[in-house]
């Protein structure tokens, strides 16, 4: 038998073996059926440690000192790396961060705020379907918020 023919069955070995094999390397273990728990949440009016510049959808550069953080209490297996989207409505949080009782995530924009007030809360584990927390954003007049330092809010968004 020539070398290239020993090297092709080799390599037919090898992708066979790696398409019958289970995909394991690297993967995080499935939640079977696992369940986020909300156990609350809070909304604040904050004043950024520093401006935040963002691109707006109409091309138009803002920047803001303050925003409205809302924190959930979430709970969640310790043990899953499952990729989790939040939505508020039918808004998909885009970037949300996490805290010792779960995440939060922050709005510029007032209008975008006022829009979600009421939203149902929901999320969605990996490719999986959107579920509801059962729960709405029910948060009054933001102007009533309490204001605080981002800081104080979120310990590590210190001025560096």
Known sequence: MTTARRLSLSFAGVLLALVAAPQTRGEAPQPSGERLELRGYEAYHVRLAQPFTRLEADGEKRTSTEAY??????????????????????????????????IYFKVYDRA????????ELR??????????????????????????????????????
């Open 69 to 102: 953080v809302v924190r959930l209490k979430v709970s969640r297996p310790e043990s899953w790396g499952e990729k989790v989207d939040y939505f508020v409505g039918d808004y998909r949080i885009p970037e949300y961060g996490g805290w010792e009782e779960g």
């Open 112 to 119: 975008l705020f006022d829009s979600l007030r009421g939203g």
């Open 123 to 160: 999320y969605r584990i990996g490719e999986g379907p959107i579920v509801s927390f059962e729960r709405r954003l029910e948060v009054g007049d933001p102007a009533a918020l309490p204001k605080v330092p981002e800081a104080q809010l979120l310990p590590g968004a210190a001025v560096k």
